[in-house]
T-cell receptor, first 111, second 114 residues
Framework: DTAVSQTPKYLVTQMGNDKSIKCEQN?????MYWYKQDSKKFLKIMFS???????INETVPNRFSPKSPDKAHLNLHINSLELGDSAVYFC??????????FGQGTRLTVV | AQSVTQLGSHVSVSEGALVLLRCNYS??????LFWYVQYPNQGLQLLLK??????LVKGINGFEAEFKKSETSFHLTKPSAHMSDAAEYFC????????????FGTGTQLKVEL
């Protein structure tokens, strides 16, 4: 039973399209994140939600819009995809000051 | 603000040799510190963490790290490298003073040679 699950695992799409990545956690955590990992493996935080409320919104183009329908879900919608959006996107969750648990990642390729 | 610096983006060791991956942090409040490992095409897996208490923490797969406040360091070590240790390693910090920003270092790729 996967703790943090993301779908899809792979996503190949054309420039200009709109796509969504879904994330669900069954750990009862109250905080969820989206991270972007670029080709050099650098992990950059994009967003963080706590109890469905957006608390961290880094310098991310407004083409990226997170949505948290409930504490267990955090989805990422991307409009007008660009070549530079190609990366691996990781969802993670945590509670209190414990460690974060990560999903397996979504490899997005924009062509 | 908090940050993490990992010295050495690539480290190469021989099988059986000591592994030392360096991490220095900057935090205005007492930090919680973590080491994660990422195997190819996988997510991040927690190796070990320091929150409070004992400054020498042991993790999975024989890894350990020591929190040294005076040196603002949290270096990762393993006495004897194994081929299966080859992966990307990330140090991360979160401040205990509130907020939820888990900040990662730039990662160190560990290569283990025969």
């Amino acid at each position: 039973d996967t703790a943090v699950s993301q779908t899809p695992k792979y996503l190949v799409t054309q420039m200009g399209n709109d796509k969504s990545i879904k994330c669900e956690q069954n750990l009862g955590h109250d905080t969820m994140y989206w991270y972007k990992q670029d080709s050099k493996k650098f992990l950059k935080i994009m967003f963080s939600y706590n109890n469905k409320e957006l608390i961290i919104n880094e310098t991310v183009p407004n083409r990226f819009s997170p949505k948290s329908p409930d504490k267990a879900h955090l989805n990422l919608h991307i409009n007008s995809l660009e070549l530079g959006d190609s990366a691996v996107y990781f969802c993670a969750s945590r509670i209190g000051n414990t460690e974060a648990f990560f999903g397996q990642g979504t490899r997005l390729t924009v062509v | 603000a908090q940050s993490v610096t990992q010295l050495g983006s690539h480290v190469s060791v021989s099988e059986g040799a000591l592994v030392l991956l360096r991490c220095n942090y900057s935090s205005s409040v007492p930090p919680y510190l973590f080491w994660y490992v990422q195997y190819p095409n996988q997510g991040l897996q927690l190796l070990l963490k320091y929150t409070t208490g004992a400054t020498l923490v042991k993790g999975i797969n024989g890894f350990e790290a020591e929190f040294k406040k005076s040196e603002t360091s949290f270096h990762l070590t393993k006495p004897s490298a194994h081929m299966s240790d080859a992966a990307e390693y990330f140090c991360a910090v979160i401040g205990t003073g509130g907020g939820n920003k888990l900040t990662f270092g730039t990662g160190t790729q560990l290569k283990v040679e025969l």
